[in-house]
């Protein structure tokens, strides 16, 4: 199975250093692929049917050169299908000389993004994606097998859990070309688990190549926390899979943590060892392994501990690490503190005064009225 990265996620756009040690790490890991498509890339997706500049022409081309020299390899994703759901001849002509501006920059592989896009899930929309997969693959030197797509229904919870009655998918699957892969989330955008039936339907429903598109580690829906914990729940993926893409976070040395935990059995205490991230930290690992994690509820007594741990790792630790990390800690304790305090009962006023200088109004008055 092929085992990669996807710079998929909203907020945040890497770095020439950053992408640089992400892809060198993935290299030490035994990884394959690097899926380039961030969204905050405006030509990506925003402006997808404009040029690379020069600036961002040399960007691209430096993370295909750092690519092969890892031997990772590097797949070019574009974004075509907000805009409209139809397909131009203005569309058409921007696509090839996209794709082809691509080439010249050093991809050979290339994925097309239908995801997150405001149209109509229908069999319009589909014929029309299905436009588009053919005028890349017409494309010299575009073979279907280099292609990726990731489709609007993209999870199971987007077809009600009806895979096989969903038009979309059922007009795309009868007329798709078997070569091309199909990115796929599982059960939902951010899956607990990806269990054998949901890869069952999926598969019953396309023959093609099923790369599964992992959000486990993702945070740009929740952008005040991160998760490092034991990469589980997908056993089925191996069976029926023929690659998995981490999507994490965006911060460099938050994703070779999620990447490692991918790629190997290491405990929490080595993966605290080898990032020389503080002991402290283990007392509050908990609440940073994953998204579905349900802990009990924190007594006085407990939330004081875990406050004792806020001037090591937010006052003395110093580091690159760190510096990813401060926002969510400061955030962490701040949330450990309205707790307490509203544990103790602190009069309306003192609790109101503290949240105005903290927290975004909607949430200040929905702690009050609470």
Not at 181 to 203: A, F, H, M, N, Y
Not at 242 to 250: D, F, H, L, Q, Y
Request: hydrophobic residues 35%; glycine residues 4%; charged residues 30%.
């Amino acid at each position: 199975m092929l085992k990669g990265y996807i710079e998929g996620y909203y907020g945040r756009l890497f770095s020439k250093d950053e992408r640089e040690k992400v892809v060198k790490h993935m290299s030490r890991l035994g990884m394959d692929f690097y899926l380039y498509g961030p969204k905050e890339d405006l030509y990506h997706r925003i402006e997808w049917d404009k040029a690379y500049p020069v600036k961002e022409q040399k960007i691209l081309r430096d993370l295909t050169i750092i690519c092969k020299k890892n031997k990772i390899r590097p797949i070019f994703a574009i974004s075509p299908g907000l805009k409209s759901s139809n397909v131009s001849i203005s569309d058409k002509k921007n696509l090839i000389l996209k794709i082809k501006q691509a080439q010249k920059l050093g991809f050979k592989e290339f994925a097309i993004f239908f995801d997150d896009i405001n149209h109509e899930r229908n069999g319009t929309l589909a014929e029309s994606h299905l436009e588009m997969i053919e005028i890349v693959s017409s494309i010299d030197k575009v073979e279907y097998e280099d292609l990726l797509i990731c489709p609007t229904v993209y999870c199971t919870s987007f077809a009600q859990g009806d895979l096989e009655n969903n038009t979309y998918l059922r007009v795309l699957a009868s007329e798709i070309d078997p070569r091309v892969s199909i990115l796929w989330t599982g059960d939902e955008v951010v899956s607990e688990t990806i269990p054998q039936k949901g890869l069952k339907d999926i598969r019953g429903l396309f023959s093609n190549p099923l790369i599964i598109w992992d959000n486990f580690y993702a945070n740009d829906y929740c952008p005040s926390r991160f998760y490092i914990g034991p990469y589980k729940g997908r056993k089925s993926i191996y069976k029926f899979a023929s690659a998995v893409g981490i999507n994490p976070t965006g911060l460099p040395i938050t994703d070779m943590i999620c990447l490692s935990r991918f790629m190997s059995d290491l405990t929490d205490r080595q993966i605290l060892d080898e990032y020389k991230i503080p002991k402290e930290f283990s007392k509050i690992l908990p609440y940073f392994t994953n998204p579905f994690r349900e802990l009990p509820s924190l007594n006085l007594s407990k939330i004081d501990k875990l406050i004792q741990t806020q001037y090591k790792l937010c006052i003395e630790w110093k580091g690159d690490l760190q510096l990813e990390w401060a926002p969510f800690l400061w955030k962490f304790y701040l949330d450990l503190i309205l707790l307490k305090k509203i544990k103790i009962g602190d009069s309306k006023f003192n609790l109101e005064e503290w949240l105005k200088r903290r927290y975004s109004d909607p949430l200040k008055e929905t702690i009050l009225r609470n």
